[in-house]
């Protein structure tokens, strides 16, 4: 389901004639991964979650050397005069910065294109040079008036990306700038919560603690995007439309509280009767969200709606499973041990109820009869002493 909660940068590259080679590498790429999804799907979250962020960063990375590559070849090599494209200068630039041509895109810059143009994604050209670690594009974007604060469509800004790749530099140079530590991404993260190098995390809590970041002021900064999404589905509620909507991955509005540990958007979406044990395409249910992001208190909420603890997804992995905190994991086991007695004890009453009903039945029976036949005797009785009265006359 990672899927949902942990997005990827999604860059679109727009590929000029010249460069089949870089598009049949792909391709291979590609062909590789195929053959070795039966593997792939045979690992658990975990390990695929690690391997899928050294793809992506092996991807990149091939990509943007097979770009510098066809940088340097001779212009006649790299057009043809058969079939040209004409882009927006707009699109242009977003193709120069994925190929880190620092000189087309100053030359762009200069002619008055605006630094902040972006793609259907959202991702600018100041996005992508912190994805790719190149200093000199960022000053020169910054300089030009970039927007150091820009958000792509998943509201990650240049400083979520500088981080999560663990670039120390960009990620000073960004807040010198101004970028806002605060800023919350679609998924509830802040730059911080997504940055995995030490030295960087700890270049980015330093410059939160200068500037008198609290924990406080974190809690109620996220809350603000948690209160947009109550709000949102209150409004949805109010039309009448379903809160159960799935998205492309399959994930509810449950999934995606209880995965950033919205408990005041759980608690309404479980006031309004909606389904804990909905799955999305990887057969996650709303508590394998709570359990692998960690957020316990939202985890027994749902368990106290009726989750089920046992419930697996499609790699046979329940909510303790994919935990990673060890203590965590600890109270999970707990509440699943507490919910199969719960549930063995219901079932011992129903069956007690069921045999105490059976008995019941069976008495009720067994009183209706003998009334029956008392009744028939009394019939007879009064029968035959009417018949003898008569008979007597």
Not at 37 to 63: D, F, G, N
Request: glycine share 4%; with cysteine; net charge negative.
């Amino acid at each position: 389901m990672l899927l949902t909660y942990l997005k990827s940068l999604i860059l679109i590259f727009f590929v000029p004639d010249g460069k089949q080679d870089a598009t049949i590498a792909m391709t291979i790429d590609h062909a590789a991964l195929i053959s070795e999804m039966p593997h792939i799907e045979q690992m658990p979250t975990q390990e695929r979650l690690i391997l899928a962020r050294e793809r992506r960063t092996k991807q990149l990375q091939s990509y943007h050397r097979r770009e510098r590559e066809y940088g340097k070849k001779p212009k006649g090599a790299r057009s043809s005069a058969k079939r040209r494209v004409n882009f927006r200068d707009s699109v242009v630039l977003l193709e120069a910065a994925a190929r880190n041509d620092i000189d087309e895109v100053r030359n762009l810059l200069f002619r008055g294109v605006d630094p902040d143009s972006c793609n259907e994604d959202g991702l600018t050209a100041l996005h992508q040079c912190c994805i790719d670690d190149n200093e000199a594009m960022l000053l020169l974007l910054l300089e030009q008036g970039a927007n150091v604060n820009a958000v792509d469509s998943e509201k990650w800004t240049p400083l979520h990306a500088a981080a999560t790749c663990g670039h120390l530099k960009l990620v000073s140079i960004l807040i010198a700038r101004g970028a806002n530590l605060l800023a919350v991404n679609a998924d509830g993260n802040m730059p911080y919560d997504i940055c995995e190098d030490e030295a960087t995390l700890d270049y980015i809590e330093g410059e939160m603690a200068k500037r008198g970041v609290t924990q406080k002021l974190i809690d109620e900064t996220r809350a603000h995007t948690e209160m947009q999404m109550l709000i949102d589905l209150q409004k949805l509620a109010a039309k009448g439309e379903d809160l159960e909507n799935c998205d492309k991955q399959g994930a509810t509005p449950l999934h995606v509280a209880a995965a950033n540990g919205y408990i005041t958007v759980v608690e309404y979406l479980l006031d309004q009767n909606v389904r804990t044990d909905v799955k999305d395409r990887d057969d996650w249910r709303p508590a394998h969200a709570a359990a692998c992001w960690g957020h316990l208190d939202v985890l027994e909420m749902l368990v106290q709606a009726g989750a089920d603890l046992n419930a697996k997804n499609k790699y046979d992995e329940t909510p303790a499973d994919i935990c990673e905190d060890p203590e965590i994991k600890e109270r999970i086991i707990q509440l699943r041990t507490e919910q199969e007695s719960k549930r063995q004890a219901a079932a011992h009453r129903k069956k007690v109820k069921k045999s105490s009903s059976n008995t019941r039945t069976q008495s009720v029976r067994r009183t209706s009869l003998r009334d029956k036949g008392l009744t028939q005797r009394r019939d007879a009785v009064e029968e035959a002493r009417l018949r003898m009265q008569a008979e007597y006359k």
